[in-house]
């Protein structure tokens, strides 16, 4: 069942041999021995994917919910329920993650010795449900998704370049001064090279074009600390930069209202003492992170 599972989530037979670690003829005997032993197709396999047949996803569902229900027997009998134990799954945004997460997670380390986790840091959503992740950070508005919701706080975008840059070429008074400007690019937020800020009409659209792009928030801070331009990315990200007068924020007026912090998670029948300790241990944390 964990195979056929992993080869759907991931797309392939390929897939699920890299992410359960077992060689592939292995993943296509499972596969077919399942087959033969319900006597019935459950996938269709084309040249670029599998795709389940109606009897492969019924059955594909059940097979999650009695995975979801084994799991919870393992853990019971390992100790989770009854004490802080065993393996954690967190991701974040990749810079939000190694300045604010990773600390609070270092720390929770030192005072759960019996709790490991594994963090991946990502500028992208990472399905928690398909990856089997225990807890992420996300910023940003969130879709009803049927998972557990906690606020930790705020965030916002803002503009700001170095104090060389804006002694040379002047602060642009309202962002369509924007088009006589240098402008960097963070391709990976602004793929369209648009940014938004708050106007007297309401949200206000302006079309820049950069002279410098990069693909990492590092990368934008860096060429603007260089003096190459103005740059708009999210307020904890040049925090230092700003507070120590590297970088000076401009078209403060216009800022849009800020983003919401929030961590998501499962809901479960009963929960793992692992998680609720990190949780109880990092809400608190992270909250007073995000008041600085």
């Given at each position: 069942m964990?195979?056929?599972?992993?080869?759907?989530?991931?797309?392939?037979?390929?897939?699920?041999?890299?992410?359960?670690?077992?060689?592939?003829?292995?993943?296509?005997?499972?596969?077919?021995?399942?087959?033969?032993?319900?006597?019935?197709?459950?996938?269709?396999?084309?040249?670029?994917?599998?795709?389940?047949?109606?009897?492969?996803?019924?059955?594909?569902?059940?097979?999650?919910?009695?995975?979801?229900?084994?799991?919870?027997?393992?853990?019971?009998?390992?100790?989770?329920?009854?004490?802080?134990?065993?393996?954690?799954?967190?991701?974040?945004?990749?810079?939000?993650?190694?300045?604010?997460?990773?600390?609070?997670?270092?720390?929770?380390?030192?005072?759960?010795?019996?709790?490991?986790?594994?963090?991946?840091?990502?500028?992208?959503?990472?399905?928690?449900?398909?990856?089997?992740?225990?807890?992420?950070?996300?910023?940003?508005?969130?879709?009803?998704?049927?998972?557990?919701?906690?606020?930790?706080?705020?965030?916002?975008?803002?503009?700001?370049?170095?104090?060389?840059?804006?002694?040379?070429?002047g602060v642009p008074e309202s962002p369509r001064h924007l088009s006589a400007h240098d402008c960097i690019g963070f391709e990976r937020l602004h793929a369209d090279s648009i940014w938004t800020f708050d106007g007297v009409d309401g949200p206000q659209q302006v079309a820049v074009s950069p002279r410098f792009s990069v693909n990492t928030a590092d990368g934008a801070i860096d060429a603007a600390l260089a003096g190459a331009g103005i740059i708009r990315v999210l307020s904890y990200q040049v925090a230092a930069a700003v507070a120590g007068g590297l970088l000076v924020k401009v078209l403060e007026p216009f800022d849009t209202p800020p983003l919401p912090v929030q961590m998501v998670y499962h809901g479960q029948r009963v929960m793992p003492l692992k998680l609720r300790a990190f949780l109880d241990f990092a809400v608190p944390r992270l909250k007073a992170r995000l008041e600085r």
């Open positions: 964990r195979t056929l599972v992993a080869a759907i989530d991931g797309g392939s037979l390929s897939a699920a041999s890299r992410k359960l670690g077992i060689p592939l003829p292995t993943v296509s005997r499972r596969v077919a021995d399942l087959e033969t032993h319900l006597r019935v197709q459950l996938v269709v396999r084309t040249s670029r994917k599998l795709l389940l047949t109606e009897a492969g996803r019924s059955y594909v569902a059940s097979c999650r919910q009695i995975l979801d229900e084994l799991d919870d027997a393992e853990r019971l009998a390992t100790g989770e329920y009854r004490t802080p134990r065993g393996q954690l799954t967190i991701t974040a945004p990749v810079m939000f993650g190694r300045i604010h997460v990773e600390p609070v997670i270092l720390e929770f380390l030192k005072a759960y010795p019996d709790i490991a986790i594994q963090l991946t840091l990502a500028d992208y959503v990472v399905d928690i449900v398909e990856n089997r992740i225990d807890l992420a950070v996300r910023i940003g508005s969130l879709p009803d998704s049927g998972l557990i919701v906690t606020r930790l706080g705020s965030i916002g975008w803002i503009t700001c370049a170095s104090p060389a840059y804006l002694a040379a070429r």
